[in-house]
């Protein structure tokens, strides 16, 4: 494994970690504040990292109780496992 597929999946599990904590900031510290994004639900484009953290702290809202370990098993199977 190459040090660049290193840190990707150090990013990705970096990421798993924080969305199953509900930990904003973790979240966030992996968007560039300059960001562009696209969503599934309105609105369906955001412009800047504000934006993308209200969509976060909304997804966060309506999900009650944390995330079980299967969810962070099946982005490591989906990464390829690390």
């Given amino acids: 494994m190459n040090r660049i597929e290193i840190n990707i999946r150090q990013r990705v599990g970096d ?4 969305v199953c904590a509900k930990d904003i900031d973790g979240v966030m510290s992996l968007y560039a504040p300059e960001l562009v994004s696209f969503d599934l639900t309105a609105p369906l484009r955001h412009f800047g990292a504000d934006g993308k953290r209200r969509a976060w702290q909304g997804v966060f809202a309506q999900l009650s109780g944390p995330f079980a370990n299967s969810h962070s098993t ?3 199977s989906l990464f390829g496992g690390a």
């Fill in 15 to 18: 990421f798993v970690k924080a």
């Fill in 74 to 76: 099946a982005a490591s």
